[in-house]
């Protein structure tokens, strides 16, 4: 494709990926758009990821990086894209505010690293400005959670049931293993499982999960993992979502789930001012039309 820009897409983790997959599918299909996409793992550690991305850049020259969220892998990508001035976009950016201070401080770090602030809602947008960002760089585009997805209702039981998501506390294994048990002490009815994500000790979260299966006499359903389309409907069928994920936030409220927060890991999160889907198409024309130049690159904080 002559003289196409190519936009750079990194992706660490299930959550964020199922959020990318709608861009990049447009980010492919567009005629003056190639995509390079780096998947890191998150038992990588930060140094062996600060390679990888380095030697990625050097060999896929992207004219802009895609990093989304707030996960503690993508605060070497930020970093090492910063030191070529390779202009970043920053996905969800200013969301993290009210998740746990980890989410929070390495969502900040990458924000203060970027160039341009795609953010889900005007919440977002003024925690960005009062960090002193400027005003030009941050645009408000929604949601990108319900684009191009057909709700799957195959793994949705045929009775009332609650639906369970306990990801690791990012600090303390007291307390993951505090809020997994908390979580299943609130099912009396059947249930629906789902395994936590990659952080380090989910191994708590798992065993807990078993000891719980072969205990009860509940019917439950345990899944490692579900594709989105399954989780979705699951989560818009569901009596109650019982968790300490964002999905609490930024998916329930669409369906008007009733959830149960469980632990400090999403605590003091927002729920969004109002869920506007459709994000994808807004990011990619912003990808493929925004001037890239010195002003771009030359970030200045207001302070």
């Not at 896929?60 to 030191?83: G, H």
Request: net charge neutral; with cysteine; proline share 5%.
């Amino acid at each position: 494709m002559v003289n196409a820009r190519k936009i750079g897409v990194v992706t660490a983790s299930r959550a964020e990926r199922g959020l990318l997959e709608p861009v990049i599918k447009r980010i492919e299909s567009h005629p003056r758009l190639t995509c390079s996409l780096l998947e890191i793992k998150p038992d990588w550690g930060m140094s062996f990821i600060f390679t990888c991305v380095s030697i990625w850049l050097d060999r896929e020259k992207p004219d802009i990086v895609l990093i989304p969220c707030d996960r503690k892998e993508q605060v070497p990508v930020a970093l090492v894209c910063l030191s070529k001035n390779v202009p970043i976009a920053h996905f969800y950016s200013g969301s993290s505010i009210g998740g746990n201070i980890q989410d929070e401080i390495y969502g900040m770090i990458i924000a203060l690293c970027s160039h341009v602030h795609l953010c889900h809602d005007e919440n977002a947008a003024e925690i960005l400005k009062k960090i002193g960002i400027e005003e030009w760089r941050i645009k408000v585009v929604g949601s990108t959670a319900f684009d191009d997805v057909t709700l799957d209702y195959s793994l949705v039981p045929n009775e009332p049931f609650d639906l369970v998501l306990i990801n690791p506390d990012t600090i303390s294994k007291e307390r993951t293993e505090r809020d997994i048990e908390e979580a299943l002490s609130k099912l009396w009815r059947r249930a629906v499982i789902i395994g936590p994500n990659e952080d380090e000790n989910r191994e708590i979260i798992l065993k807990k999960i078993q000891e719980f299966i072969r205990k009860k006499k509940i019917v439950c359903n345990f899944y490692d993992s579900v594709p989105r389309e399954q989780f979705l409907a699951l989560l818009k069928e569901c009596r109650h979502f019982i968790t300490n994920s964002s999905s609490a936030f930024y998916e329930a409220p669409y369906f008007s789930t009733t959830c149960i927060l469980i632990g400090e890991r999403n605590k003091f999160r927002r729920v969004p001012s109002r869920i506007v889907t459709g994000a994808s198409d807004r990011i990619v024309d912003i990808l493929a039309n925004i001037k890239i130049d010195e002003k771009l690159l030359r970030k200045r904080l207001k302070l």
